[in-house]
């Protein structure tokens, strides 16, 4: 728990209950692997909590993905198990998961499951926990989905915007203002597990791609606090993992290069894959980039899904019951 929350106590009171919207996320931003992330608007995953005097968690899917319900095994559980850990076990939860974010999406389902209950929850204890306790919280359920601890989509989950993760220990982050844009995703209906693709990942790489890679965040950062288009379009490039990881999504040669044709920024894989996501200055180029993908993803004869959304800059929230 932050120090600024020492003297603070927590509001629990049995029975009260929140209902939230917690987004999907598109991680690395092509160049920035683990470190850079960005919320979107559209999908999001539907939960409702509410706090129980019994100090357990209880997991109800309203879903067809079958995830397990017992609390150690499900990425939403673990990370509420880890909020009950810094509240010595004084209350539990009872948690209700509607998921339109599809596990093994590429679009950050694992960190919606992990995110939106911790903010959830917070919210009923009087926002006790600060926003990077709770990235600590939901880092828990990332590691239980993937294996490594990370927080480029939990992070803007949970902050909204852009967000760049400096640091994991200590942690970091930092939240990245950028100017309007339209982010396109084409959700190809096959699936990439994240622990799968990391592993096919080189161990090491060349001193000059290291450097080219650096150069190309720093640009993309640059570019998104300069509203500076044409230098966000020029940065989002990647040599190190994107062309490891394409060969495990078809079609994305021809997407990325007809996208940009139509007039996108640019843009690459989403997290590990298999979606693809294009970043454009207004709807009418971002809807014309879905069109291409719709066309490519039909000529292969693969089932897909579509986004055309936005930057959603509040991240984690709740709605109307």
């Known amino acids: 728990m932050s120090t600024n929350n020492e003297t603070k106590q927590a509001i629990a009171k049995p029975g009260d209950s929140i209902k939230v919207h917690a987004p999907g996320t598109v991680a690395n931003l092509v160049c920035g692997f683990d470190i850079l992330g960005l919320a979107l608007n559209e999908p999001c995953d539907e939960m409702e909590i509410k706090i129980i005097e019994e100090p357990k968690v209880i997991i109800h899917h309203n879903d067809n993905y079958n995830l397990p319900l017992e609390p150690e095994k499900n990425v939403c559980g673990v990370a509420l198990l880890a909020m009950m850990d810094k509240l010595d076990h004084k209350f539990g939860f009872e948690l209700t998961v509607t998921k339109h974010i599809k596990p093994g999406s590429g679009i950050g389902s694992s960190a919606a499951s992990a995110a939106g209950p911790v903010v959830a929850a917070n919210k009923l204890l009087g926002n006790y926990f600060s926003n990077e306790d709770l990235v600590q919280m939901a880092m828990f359920g990332e590691k239980l989905a993937s294996g490594v601890k990370h927080a480029d989509n939990i992070a803007p989950c949970i902050y909204g915007g852009i967000t760049l993760i400096r640091a ?154």
């Open 168 to 321: 994991i220990h200590p942690l970091d982050i930092i939240s990245i203002p950028a100017p309007p844009m339209y982010v396109t995703l084409v959700h190809p209906q096959i699936e990439v597990k994240t622990s799968d693709a990391r592993q096919i990942l080189k161990k090491q790489v060349l001193l000059k791609d290291a450097i080219k890679q650096w150069g190309n965040i720093a640009g993309l950062v640059a570019g998104f606090i300069k509203s500076d288009y044409e230098l966000i379009g020029r940065s989002l490039e990647d040599v190190i993992i994107e062309p490891v990881r394409s060969i495990l999504i078809p079609g994305f040669d021809d997407v990325k290069a007809q996208s940009k044709e139509a007039g996108a920024l640019g843009g690459g894989i989403s997290g590990s894959g298999p979606s693809i996501f294009m970043l454009s200055k207004n709807e009418k180029e971002a809807r014309a980039v879905e069109v291409v993908m719709k066309d490519i993803y039909e000529k292969i004869g693969i089932e897909y899904y579509t986004y055309v959304t936005t930057i959603n800059n509040e991240g984690v929230k709740a709605i109307g019951n």
